[in-house]
């Protein structure tokens, strides 16, 4: 079958694409992922095909906005609707002429959902975010309980759906749910251990855990950073993703993290790509790196201190590495709130009142916490024998077959 996978974002909303992209072809399947041209490069480097959906967006600007627009949760729900919709719009003509030769569509939520739908082709659903699946209510004879849930799914619709309707009433698709030719299935990419299943899910809603990448075979790295490995003791990594802030916040965090690596006497590697715009002076403790894949990376470092952007979560999480969180935009806070919550993190930061001495000791704890230790340790282990990536790839075969 000709499979295309469809998604619009940062790194960490391509890397489940490519995971999956990468076990579907194994199976025989002919692959391409459609999304930004600025991916071309990061698609390729996993061996699949990429088609270009859409302007040339400024990844890094567009995080910086994120950020800039995220001092409150309420705030950056509303920046992340309308960039979303925005690049929805600006990348539906490449999209509709795109996945006209394939036979299924992939889609990172309800990316490609409407291009799908008024081609007539199948669609799955791969969603990070739980909230838009869909459901089937009134199943017990709780009425309290099973109206409770509806009228807050309506009231979270009326924010999210309306302006989706709109979207698709604006290219010409027909209204979602109406006179559905292909069944419904929605795979969710996260273990069981951090989601269970709702009990308003449509029966085909399944959860798999987390969809990994291996690092490719002829990937080498690069030099200077495996002599800065061996110099000494296992370093600890800091890396912010694809997050850039303005100078004057990029200078000061900066700053931070030298101060809280000397009183913690660690030594990192930080990546930090706004950092190299400025002309700062690196100390020997700290290695400078660019993207670096972290299925590699992440067995060389003992704690990570990161933004709790999905895709690096799952990679610190199957890695068994304990974390300190930094998290930058909404949805990245209300995760971090999760895993601390349920004991594999430690307790969030906040970004605009970090210090050195927050952090400093933060690094010490976290290297001091046995049980956390452990604890991530284990969920590691949990996690890696899942193989959701497989799962996954299952579904999708069995969706076939049915059709």
Known sequence: MKIALTTIGSRGDIQPCIALGIELQKRGHHTAILTHPWAKQIVNFYGLSHIPVGDDIDINDTARQFVENSSNNLKGFRFALNFIFSRLRNCHKDF????????????????????????????????????????????????????????????????????????????GAPPPGKKDKYPYLAIVPIPVLLQKPHRA????????????????????PPEDLQGFLKNSEKPILVTFGSMFHNHEQTLQLFNVICDALAKSRSRAILIMPDLKQLEIAIPETIFLA??????????????VVHHFGFGTTAEVLKAGLPSIPIPHIFDQKIRASKIF????????????????????????????DAELIKKCRNAGKEISRENGVSKAADLIDNYLKDY
């Open 96 to 171: 509709l002429a795109g996945l006209k030769d394939f036979d299924l569509v992939i889609g990172h939520g309800i990316v490609g959902k409407g291009e799908a739908d008024m081609l007539e082709k199948p669609f799955v659903t791969v969603s990070i975010e739980t909230m838009g699946l869909e459901k089937e209510y009134w199943k017990t004879r709780n009425f309290i309980r099973e109206a409770a849930l509806f009228l807050s799914d309506k009231l979270m619709g009326a924010l999210f759906g309306k302006p989706y309707l709109q979207f698709r009433k604006d290219i």
């Open 341 to 368: 919550k349920k004991g594999y993190a430690h307790k969030p930061l906040q970004i605009h009142k970090i210090n050195a001495d927050i952090l400093a000791n933060s690094i010490i704890q976290t290297q001091n």
């Open 290 to 303: 660019d993207q670096i894949p972290y299925s590699w990376l992440l067995n060389h470092v003992t704690l």
């Open 201 to 220: 899910w449509k029966e085909t809603t399944e959860l798999t855990g987390f969809l990994f990448a291996e690092t490719p075979d002829e990937y080498n």
